[in-house]
T-cell receptor, first 112, second 110 residues
Framework: SQTIHQWPATLVQPVGSPLSLECTVEGTSNPNLYWYRQAAGRGLQLLFYSVGIGQISSEVPQNLSASRPQDRQFILSSKKLLLSDSGFYLC???????????FGPGTRLTVL | RKEVEQDPGPFNVPEGATVAFNCTYSNSASQSFFWYRQDCRKEPKLLMSVYSSGNEDGRFTAQLNRASQYISLLIRDSKLSDSATYLCVVMGDSWGKLQFGAGTQVVVTP
C-alpha cells in the first residue's frame, strides 16, 4: 500500500530564515506530487505540482520554490520566510487524470 | 467568484439524525468531484468520489447535479465521530489540479 510522509510535523521559524520541508511517497512509482497550503480558517491552496523528476509547475507567485530531485521526493523551500508564509503545508500524491489525491500528515509552520 | 463554494456551517446535528449540505462549483467543464473529510488540525482524507449517477457508501450519499453545478453530501444516522469539516473538491483538468471549497463544519451532538 502507498504511504506518504512529511517532516517536520511542526516548525517555528523567524521571519527571514530559510525553509525546507520534505515529502516522500512509498509504494508507488511516478506519482504526481502536489504542495498545498491551508491558512487558518481557509481552504487549501495549490502551490506547486510535479508530474515527474525535475518538472515543477507553480500555481501562485510567492517566495516559495519546489524541487523534485527523486521520483518519490518533493521538497518545498524558501530562502527568506515572511509572516504570511505561516500555515499548514500539505503534500499530496495522485496518479493524475481524474483520480483522487492522498495527503500526507502535513507540516504546521509558524513564522514569527 | 470562488471556484468552489460551501456553506461554512456549523451544522449542529443530533446524534442519529440526517444532515445534508451542498457545494457549488463554477467551472462547467469540471470532470471529477470528491468529498474529503478533515478533522481539526489533521490532513484531509478522501471520503468518497462523486459519480454522475450518484453514489452511496454506507451512511453517506453523494449526488452530482451538472445542470445546476452543485454537489451534495447526505449523512444518515449521524454518529459523534462524524463531527468534522467536509471539503468539497472539484478537479478541472487532466493535470489533477484540485479546487477545494473552504469546508462545511458538522458537529454531531449527543
Amino acid at each position: 500500500s502507498q504511504t506518504i510522509h512529511q517532516w517536520p510535523a511542526t516548525l517555528v521559524q523567524p521571519v527571514g530564515s530559510p525553509l525546507s520541508l520534505e515529502c516522500t511517497v512509498e509504494g508507488t512509482s511516478n506519482p504526481n506530487l502536489y504542495w498545498y497550503r491551508q491558512a487558518a480558517g481557509r481552504g487549501l491552496q495549490l502551490l506547486f505540482y510535479s508530474v515527474g523528476i525535475g518538472q515543477i509547475s507553480s500555481e501562485v507567485p510567492q517566495n516559495l520554490s519546489a524541487s523534485r530531485p527523486q521520483d518519490r521526493q518533493f521538497i518545498l523551500s524558501s530562502k527568506k520566510l515572511l509572516l504570511s508564509d505561516s500555515g499548514f503545508y500539505l503534500c499530496a500524491w495522485g496518479t493524475g487524470g481524474n483520480n483522487e489525491q492522498f495527503f500526507g500528515p502535513g507540516t504546521r509552520l509558524t513564522v514569527l | 467568484r470562488k471556484e468552489v463554494e460551501q456553506d461554512p456551517g456549523p451544522f449542529n446535528v443530533p446524534e442519529g439524525a440526517t444532515v445534508a449540505f451542498n457545494c457549488t462549483y463554477s467551472n462547467s467543464a469540471s470532470q471529477s468531484f470528491f468529498w474529503y473529510r478533515q478533522d481539526c488540525r489533521k490532513e484531509p482524507k478522501l471520503l468518497m468520489s462523486v459519480y454522475s449517477s450518484g453514489n452511496e457508501d454506507g451512511r453517506f450519499t453523494a449526488q452530482l447535479n451538472r445542470a445546476s453545478q452543485y454537489i451534495s453530501l447526505l449523512i444518515r444516522d449521524s454518529k459523534l465521530s462524524d463531527s468534522a469539516t467536509y471539503l468539497c473538491v472539484v478537479m478541472g483538468d487532466s493535470w489533477g489540479k484540485l479546487q477545494f471549497g473552504a469546508g462545511t463544519q458538522v458537529v454531531v451532538t449527543p
